[in-house]
């Protein structure tokens, strides 16, 4: 029932921006942890950034601090990353992932319930 469709990734250069969006569908939007990871080749799923309580909650990766952020549109029922500042190191496939219920550690891929397909974002030097 429940399903996240992301889109926006891309090729740019290096100091370019980028808005990535993840569409829901069956869910109740405003009630659920929404998150950001990203998984570049050879590398581990990492966490980027998540929002909950309507945007009273948000926390980011030491490495997209001041550069990247997250927000949500409940009447889209969409969340977007907007991405300044691109580095060559942030490309990676980036995945919307969404929590029913309330976690602590949302810094962890596998508290997730659900997922997207991804969306390749590649940044050129």
């Known amino acids: 029932q429940v399903q996240l469709v992301e889109s926006g990734g891309g090729l740019v250069q290096a100091g370019g921006s980028l808005r990535l969006s993840c569409a829901a569908s069956?869910?109740?939007?405003?009630?659920?942890?929404m998150a950001w990871f990203r998984q570049a080749p050879g590398k581990e799923r990492e966490f980027v950034a998540v929002?909950?309580?309507?945007?009273?909650?948000?926390h980011y990766a030491d490495s997209v601090k001041g550069r990247f952020t997250i927000s949500g549109d409940v009447a889209k029922k969409t969340v977007y990353l907007q991405m300044n500042s691109l580095k060559p190191e942030d490309t990676a496939v980036y995945y919307c992932?969404?929590?029913?219920?309330?976690?602590?550690?949302?810094?962890?891929?596998?508290?997730?319930?659900?997922w997207g397909q991804g969306t390749q974002v590649t940044v050129s030097t």
């Open positions: 069956g869910l109740i939007f405003s009630s659920n942890i």
């Open positions: 929002i909950m309580r309507s945007g009273g909650t948000i």
């Open positions: 992932g969404a929590k029913l219920s309330y976690i602590s550690s949302y810094y962890r891929p596998p508290e997730y319930d659900y």
